[in-house]
């Protein structure tokens, strides 16, 4: 019973940061679809996301303001507008200019914007660990035996639902709505979309801030589900979400989604039966694996070679 | 005219030459290495806070040998790549005596350029018995070592009676060094170790890992490490219910781990230095240190104080700036500093250094166990 108890602890864990990784992963996966470019800049994107949740619950409370949900509203808020302002200058200063050039191109210059918004936020903010203000605590228990007892945190809680509605909005979006069917014209053909009077540029645009968007929204909730933020949070967190969206398949959103479980789940089982020291072997060792016996992903197109 | 001028020029070029080097000469150039910047820049800041103090009360009473100290500060980042970096800057720059690194897997590779280049180097908070146990002639410590550390925090544990112990660390030199020498004073006194692992530093997520601790229903923690991943693992402890003590290594003894832990700091137990400010004959120091708007009571602000007035006095006993003279100097003599009488055993370890437990406080404050 209370190895049970402990595997479905682990499951929580690993489904919590699962849930986050695939709301990462989206940025990615969304701006290789269309422009087939892996933006290694989204990381740092959901970094400045907590930073500006962090400054903003920090200014709340200075001002006075006590109500919880109008504290993380208007955090929500303010880390996805920031973050997203920073997608879109990302996008015009290191995509751009060099759209259409050799592939290696916008690979180095996103490289380079990621080390610039490292280092700038560290010297805007300093290189320590701040903690963030638990805003959510509590949670309740289930199932106990001997001195073990399975529960669930309200901030777990938050997490999932939070990923889920977040998820499936964007699904309906993109299939539904004018700019998501533009969305996936372009991805199929961007030259053809072009033709046709669409505003490829825009598009474009639009799909680095909606993932820079939804990298905000996990940077505020793994804020406060960690406890703190450095300015080499993103860096980890991007090569995970990144690993999440190989794993699911580059390009697909449910695939990143798929993607974003397996991974937290296999880390969190890592660590729960082996040792925290192969957390990451075994994550990477699944993207190995992954790319060698089925290149496009779980959910992945195989590619059709356009001629 | 303007032929005079260019020569004037020339003239006051030239002699600006020769006259740069000369007064060069009658400075001795000490290199102060440590973290300025990067997660534990925190302990830096003690290092050089320290180490400035010490070279301004040094050359306010006239210098040495009536030759002025000057500091030459670079930023290694806590980090062995970077640490190497900034030693070969140093040796570029001509110093001959260093005050560093702060964090053992810096301070080893670093060591070796100073060796090999003929350059003194006195770490004030490294405590890896490694570094030390390479004969070589020109590392000393102001500090003690893991090898003494982890006794004084595995004894008291064994003190606690504890049932069941989980030993954590971040698989760093210091963090797995110190955690490795508590396991086993704890596993010679039967003392059951249930669970003796590693975690990834920079890590943020540790509930997989909160939850095994919890399931292997320990009633003591010991983790080997800083501070930023302990915060958190103490943080969401709390957050899992989990009812055991914590302790830790002089790595997680700062103030920083009150604002990533939170109320959940409370109780943490934690081998520290002594308070070396505490003490009555350093009073007059601890002022300099208030007047200038610094904080004199963390682990490495008087080590580093200390390591700078040892050059100083080796200095002046060997007659000499030659680094092997000095290293001379320091291994025969015995030396009264702010942190006690200091001499050395042929490694360039001190022959005692004591650690004392303290419990932190949520506020940030600790009060001595005992």
């Not at chain 1, 914007?113 to 701040?130: D, E, K, P, T, W």
């Not at chain 1, 014209?185 to 680095?208: E, H, K, P, Y």
């Not at chain 2, 190497?84 to 005050?99: D, P």
């Not at chain 2, 009264?336 to 009488?341: A, K």
């Amino acid at each position: 019973m209370q190895d049970l108890l402990y595997f479905g602890q682990q499951l929580i864990n690993g489904l919590t940061i699962g849930s986050t990784y695939a709301l990462i992963a989206i940025g990615y996966t969304m701006v290789y679809g269309i422009i087939g470019m892996i933006n290694f800049a989204h990381g740092e994107i959901y970094m400045i996301g907590a930073y500006t949740a962090l400054i903003t619950i920090t200014g709340l409370a200075t001002l006075g303001v006590t109500w919880l949900p109008v504290i993380l509203l208007i955090a929500l808020i303010c880390a996805m507008i920031v973050s997203s302002s920073m997608g879109w200058a990302v996008e015009r200063v290191a995509y751009r200019p060099v759209r259409g050039r050799h592939r290696l191109i916008p690979l180095i210059s996103a490289i380079g914007m990621s080390i610039f918004l490292q280092n700038y936020v560290h010297l805007a903010q300093g290189s320590r660990n701040i903690g963030f203000p638990a805003l959510i605590e509590g949670g309740f228990q289930f199932g106990s035996s001997g001195n073990f007892q399975m529960s669930i945190s309200w901030i777990q809680i938050v997490i999932f639902v939070t990923t889920f509605v977040c998820m499936t909005a964007l699904s309906l979006y993109i299939s539904r709505s004018r700019i998501g069917r533009a969305c996936r014209a372009v991805s199929q053909d961007l030259g053809m979309a072009n033709l046709l009077g669409i505003d490829t540029n825009r598009i474009i645009s639009a799909t680095f801030v909606i993932g820079a968007a939804l990298a905000a929204v996990a940077g505020l909730l793994l804020g406060m589900y960690y406890g703190s933020v450095d300015p080499l949070f993103g860096f980890i967190a991007g090569l995970k979400a990144f690993t999440a969206a190989v794993l699911g398949g580059i390009g697909s959103i449910p695939g990143a989604m798929l993607g974003g479980l397996i991974l937290g789940i296999a880390e969190s089982m890592t660590s729960g039966y082996l040792s925290g020291e192969y957390k990451d072997v075994v994550s990477f060792g699944l993207l190995i694996l992954i790319l060698l016996f089925k290149p496009t992903g779980l959910l992945g197109k195989p590619e059709v070679e356009k001629i | 005219m303007i032929k005079n001028f260019s020569k004037l020029a020339l003239a006051a070029g030239v002699s600006a030459a020769i006259a740069l080097p000369a007064s060069a000469l009658a400075e001795i150039r000490i290199g102060i290495a440590g973290p300025q910047t990067g997660p534990v820049a925190q302990y830096g800041d003690m290092q050089f806070s320290g180490a400035r103090m010490a070279i301004e009360r040094i050359n306010a009473e006239g210098g040495v040998n009536g030759e002025m100290l000057e500091a030459v500060e670079v930023d290694d980042v806590c980090d062995p790549k970077q640490a190497v970096t900034v030693a070969n800057r140093l040796v570029n720059e001509g110093v001959s005596f260093v005050v560093g690194h702060l964090c053992s897997s810096s301070t080893q590779p670093a060591s070796d350029i100073y060796e090999d280049e003929g350059i003194l180097m006195i770490t004030p908070a490294s405590t890896s018995p490694e570094i030390t146990a390479r004969g070589y002639e020109l590392v000393f410590r102001t500090i003690g070592l893991d090898s003494m550390q982890g006794p004084v925090a595995a004894n008291h544990l064994i003190s606690l009676e504890p049932k069941r112990v989980a030993v954590i660390h971040d698989k760093q030199q210091y963090g797995e060094g110190i955690a490795t020498s508590v396991r086993d004073t704890l596993e010679e006194a039967d003392v059951n170790v249930v669970m003796f692992e590693g975690i990834t530093a920079g890590d943020k997520d540790f509930s997989s890992l909160v939850t095994k601790l919890k399931q292997a229903d320990v009633d003591y923690v010991y983790y080997g490490g800083y501070h930023p991943e302990l915060g958190l693992i103490l943080r969401q402890a709390r957050q899992a219910d989990l009812d055991a003590t914590f302790m830790g290594p002089e790595g997680v003894g700062n103030k920083d781990i009150n604002t990533i832990a939170g109320d959940a700091a409370e109780g943490l137990l934690v081998t520290l230095p002594p308070s070396f400010d505490e003490k009555e004959v350093n009073q007059a120091l601890v002022k300099a240190f208030e007047e200038k708007g610094e904080d004199p009571s963390g682990p490495f602000v008087l080590t580093s104080y200390t390591a700078v007035q040892l050059i100083a006095e080796g200095i002046e006993q060997a007659g000499s700036t030659d680094p092997f003279e000095v290293a001379e100097a320091l291994r025969e003599g015995s030396f009264e500093t702010p942190i006690g009488m200091v001499s050395y055993d042929e490694k360039g370890d001190m022959e005692s250094f004591e650690f004392v437990v303290y419990e932190w406080h949520a506020d940030g404050s600790k009060t001595a166990v005992n």
